[in-house]
């Protein structure tokens, strides 16, 4: 029975000062973790559009330190883009305050929302589209690194604890296939023994962070292409989105984690393995892309491992692929039958991709670096 203290999309659209009239509100995306709804809103001049997101509580215990982290980086951005003559509301996230001034809106039924205004004339894809496409969508990733380089301390937040810790996510596999609570491990025995093979991937990261090899910086820790925002008319990334993970760590993640996605033409849950495969001339845009802007910024340590990364990252999102699908899918949403398990499945195939192109890959960095 549904919970008389939970309001109506309506009723919380209407709880943010969008500054107009609710004209319509449906669902959006094809995200992880939110729930994600555009609204249509009547100002006085024209219609806008504005986006409202549930925050997920079980991801997110702290939705005060989420927002914090994001308010602050937000405004950090939206000043230096004034400055440099830019158009804030395109280049960067805006947040809508509630009617009562506050970041987020916490609901009777305690659920929790927040809205953004929707940036207009640029979209997102779930598939790189070509090579400038990846150019562009890395060379973003690299500016936004660029731009939160130097935001005033404290320290931000650990949204997720230990989110980047790769080999955390390693031991949780591990943990998973020992308990196997819902007997779903012998269905992965393939897959558990492929992640045993390669468990020295698991620390690369954080070992180069913990011995002081790499630098701590600010990272995103999420840079799927479909996180940057493209412009409609000169095809170039315009805003980085979805902020929920931005928080110290190690800029290597994020270039690793755009090329599991952006580098290979095959979805994250393709079923025929024999699809999946590093596209050699997408990497080169990225690594273009990447460097052009962070070359200026990175040390030549970060930029020896960039290759590395890479494969360390895919391979640590295909464990938590496979440790979700032996804990009973808890965490990412799945659309079918072992969905987590042939994600999991993708990932080992790009690894075992890249494994194959180590050499041509780090030709590919060392002519931009």
């Not at 660029?146 to 810790?165: C, K, N, S, Y």
């Not at 025995?189 to 180069?208: K, M, T």
């Not at 090899?213 to 979805?242: F, L």
Request: charge should be negative.
């Amino acid at each position: 029975m549904p919970d008389e203290r939970t309001p109506q999309l309506s009723e919380i659209v209407e709880r943010f000062r969008t500054g107009g009239r609710l004209l319509s509100v449906e669902p959006l995306g094809s995200g992880h973790i939110h729930d994600t709804y555009v609204s249509q809103v009547r100002l006085a001049d024209r219609t806008a559009g504005f986006v409202h997101q549930r925050i997920n509580r079980s991801v997110f215990a702290s939705p005060e330190e989420l927002m914090q982290n994001i308010e602050r980086v937000t405004s950090h951005l939206q000043g230096k883009i004034l400055a440099g003559g830019g158009d804030p509301e395109r280049r960067v996230l805006s947040i809508v305050p509630t009617v009562d001034g506050e970041s987020f809106l916490r609901t009777g039924g305690g659920d929790c929302w927040r809205t953004y205004k929707q940036v207009e004339g640029a979209r997102t894809f779930d598939a790189i589209q070509d090579a400038d496409h990846a150019r562009s969508t890395s060379r973003a990733f690299a500016q936004f690194q660029l731009m939160v380089a130097d935001l005033p301390g404290p320290r931000l937040h650990e949204t997720i604890r230990h989110f980047g810790d790769t080999r955390r996510r390693f031991e949780a596999l591990v943990r998973a296939v020992e308990a196997d609570q819902v007997n779903r491990a012998a269905s992965a025995e393939q897959e558990i023994r492929f992640a045993n093979e390669r468990e020295d991937l698991a620390g690369l990261l954080v070992d180069l962070l913990r011995q002081g090899r790499v630098p701590e910086r600010i990272a995103h820790h999420d840079t799927k292409i479909n996180n940057v925002m493209i412009d409609d008319r000169t095809g170039e990334g315009v805003c980085v989105i979805d902020l929920d993970t931005v928080m110290p760590g190690t800029v290597l993640y994020d270039f690793g984690d755009s090329i599991r996605l952006g580098a290979t033409r095959a979805a994250e849950d393709e079923r025929d393995l024999s699809a999946v495969k590093l596209d050699l001339a997408l990497f080169d845009r990225f690594a273009a892309g990447y460097l052009e802007v962070a070359r200026a910024f990175l040390t030549p340590a970060e930029i020896d491992h960039l290759v590395e990364a890479a494969r360390a990252v895919t391979f640590t999102i295909g464990v938590r692929f496979l440790t979700d699908h032996v804990e009973g899918d808890v965490y990412f949403r799945s659309q079918r039958e072992q969905h987590n398990l042939d994600r999991c499945r993708t990932q080992f195939a790009l690894v075992e991709d890249m494994e194959l192109k180590i050499e041509q890959m780090q030709a590919v960095v060392d002519r931009y670096r």
